[in-house]
């Protein structure tokens, strides 16, 4: 019985140990089950959030990354957990400081970011720098010290910050360089701050009128309309009229006002106003009505076109008697009409117009030559000389622009040009303007590696016509030998007269040296049909010599020179015949 009472005693307590387990057990599930909850109520928040949740592990390896992060960042969580956060997102330079801070985080859970909120720079998977406001946090679990981080992206308030500033500036800029006189006022109308122009206009510090009604300052006599109780003003609009204002000293003045108000949350809240001093435009306008007359008699009296130009509109507002007679227009076909109407080249017309404005600022006039358009179509070529008129305050009232007809002196010009690089006889190019020529080639030729050909030739026996027949019938041969080359010759090509009965041809942009024997074949040839000049058939064959860049020289002196010697052993071999220079 004692045997059997120790078995139930024991029975007992394993049953009552069982049931504490259970019951363990089953308090354990109940607080799992608790914090699974939480864990998850928890991050359907961190997902839904618009900030960036990050949490990194003892080693500072991501543990943790919302969606938020996910977008702001460009990583998706798959590429982000197990990563190290600070070789992933930090700028170089925040690691030293980084690698220096961390082992007293592992131990402490403290650190100089820890428990703030810091504005740093961040990168996104693309590499792109950019602001962010970080708040860091630490947890402690069983294995150490974790970190919390919740990061915003700053970059569109930083730029309204910056945007907010940069306008703030331009408006300080503005209230205190310019040259017109503000005033700023409340609700009220009185005054509460001026800028520098207004005590130079009006006399006033703003110690002397801060909190005064802005009218019984500038209009004591209160004759003027108040503007600032307008309706237009009331309704949110800009106004603006000329008007006249009194200095402290009493004295009337000439002014531009322009007032709008200011609102704040829909209501006016006090508006400004800018006085433009405009006793001196006023005084110029005088003195523009009283010249008028005298600079018309003079204007009238020029051989020169001359117009007055709207600088904005670019439309002529007046013009003279020698600009009718030029352009073959009446006075009032040209006045109101665009001045392009006389232009030919509107590219070159526009770009003429955008130079001159820059050289307004310069003392002097702008000129360029155009050709222009008279009214029956037919087209000369012009001198044009742009000058502003310009008011006491500098503005340009308006732009005289004088154009002179220059026909005469470019046929002089073109004449003396025909003369200096072309043969009178012939019309071919003289030895100056092949020289010019021969320059360029050879560089092409230098930057392409490709070849020029310099070929010297003369008329075999000329010299026999010129003493039988005379000289007037050799001139004339060697005006249809000139003809006979200029034909065989391709247009890129150049013949050019050397002296006497010598040319030059030269034949750029050859492929290879052979490319010179067919033309110099095709001149033999059509060298060996009759001239008929005049009663006389002659029969002049040509000795062609011929000279290869960079085979046979590379500079236009040694070119010519082989060229010539290879001419003379084609002479030498039977002439009517073409030599390619040998050494």
Known sequence: MADQSNTDRETSKEIAALNQRIRELEEARAEEKGANESELLVRAISMAAQDAIVMLDVEGRVSYWNLAADRIFGYT????????????????RYHEAHDAAFPEFQCSGRGNAVGKTLQLKALRKSGQEFPIELSLSSVRFKDG?????????????????EELFRQKVR??????????AMVFIDEKHKIIDINYQFTRLFGYDLDEIKGRVINKVVDPHGMA???????????????????????????PIDVLLKGAPVFIKGKIAGGYAIYSDMREKKRAEKLLLESKSRFEAIVSSLGDAVFLIDPATRLIDECNNAATTIFGYSREELVGRQSSILHIDQAHFEQFGIDAMASYEDPGYH???????????????????????????GRILYVVSVVRDISERKQAEEKIHQM????????????ELLSDRLAVALAHARRNHGYVAVAMLDLDNFKDVNDKLGHDIGDLLLKAAAERLSAALRESDTVARFGGDEFVLLLPGLKKVDDVTPVARKIVESFRKFFLIGAHQLLVTTSIGIAVYPDDGTEEKILIKNADSAMYQAKQTGRNRYQIYVK
């Not at 990563?83 to 170089?92: E, F, G, Q, T, Y």
């Not at 050709?371 to 310009?390: A, H, I, K, Q, W």
């Open 171 to 180: 408006f300080q800029s503005l209230f205190t360089n310019t040259n017109d």
């Open 145 to 161: 010290w974790h970190a919390v981080g919740i990061i915003r992206d700053i970059s569109e308030r930083e730029q309204a910050e």
């Open 420 to 431: 200096a690089h072309y043969d009178s006889l012939t019309g071919l190019p003289n030895r």
């Open 77 to 92: 969580s798959n590429e982000a957990l197990g990563r190290n956060l600070h070789d992933m997102l930090a700028p170089k």
């Open 367 to 393: 000129a360029t030559e155009f050709l222009m358009r008279r009214r029956d179509g037919s087209v000369f070529p012009t001198e044009n000389y742009v000058r502003p008129v310009r008011d006491s305050d």
């Open 225 to 251: 309309d108040n503007i600032y109780a307008s309706p237009r003003f009331l309704r949110g609009e800009k106004v603006e009229m000329e008007a006249v204002r009194y200095g402290k000293d009493g004295q």
